[in-house]
């Protein structure tokens, strides 16, 4: 299918690359990295990363199994943990050879049954532990049954220990990770004092290698980072953007004072002007926060400022200073401070910025 001139996001896998060196040199040789590429690796496409990554990461991580189908089915071999599966798709996770995290004896004891059932040897599951962000794991004090349910099979072997910090971006929270990161240590001993085997540890994300690089155990797990965004300035400075969104101008409209340009007549011309319309709208992530000049784009090197309402599929921006044709090349961001001013403007964080590019919109590697 000829797609060209539509609205794409390119991802830069040179910037990708240079993200994932970047993180490296803050961490010991042996220490493993997961890479995280869910949400569509935040709104990219994770089997184009993953497939970049594959021999360059230890292991991938997803949320749901459904996302870890999509891996491998695209031929991805490297280890998926699943992050939060669900007892209904453990079966088709065995299928799949994708590992889960499992958080509490309900999926435990499910994934124990079911690898009794159908004769698993050594299976691969990884056990998370809460430590204070109260979202999913065991407790501490569930060690002790855990124990005696591994000392009964054969079928499953703990591929690694995990948890999750609350604040790790957050230096005013030190004193609480260094609890959790403390408690966490706590638990990985308990569990290596009573196995023959060693599994893997990690509690660190993106804000916490950066934060709590000590704190790295046998494995960290990356997602924001390797996609250009550290816990402030001065880290994301050293990153590199991955996610670029394109567009082109669809038509160009010359508006007369006192006329108005889109729904709900918001924006009123208070002299003639230029206006642009760029194929790209809520639909395909961009905020509704973002209309009526609270955001921009790019065209021919100047900021052209959304004029009105975002619609579902468009925008319109002033380009009445620009020089500028019909097919123009818009940039709607292509770098972090761009991304960070529409996270800004729509009161949240990169991350949402980022996940909530649409699937319609093409994806293609730079
Ligand atoms: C999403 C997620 C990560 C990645 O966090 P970043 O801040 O994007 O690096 C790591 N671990 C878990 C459990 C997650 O859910």
Redesign the pocket.
Known sequence: MNNHHVTVLEIDTKALEHNLNYFKQKLKQETKILA?V?AFAYGSDSVLIAKFLENKVDYF?V?YTTEGIALRDAGIKTPILV?HPQIQNLQTLIDYRLEPNLYSFKIFEAFLELADKTLLMNYPIHLKFNTGLNRLGFWHTDIPKILSCLKETKHVKVQSIFS?LAASEDLEEQEFTINQINNFTYIAQQFYNHLDYKPILHIL???GVINYAKAQYNMV?????LYGFGNNKEETNQLKNTHNLTSIISQIHLINPGETVGYNRAFVAAGSIKSATIPVGHADGLSRRLGNKKGYVIINNKKAPIIGNVCMDMIMVDVTKIDCKEGDKVIVFNNQEMIQHIADVAETIP?ETLTSISQRVKKTLK
């Open positions: 995280v869910k991580a949320a992050l999750h994300n993106t804000s797990r990356i997602g924001i980072g991350y």
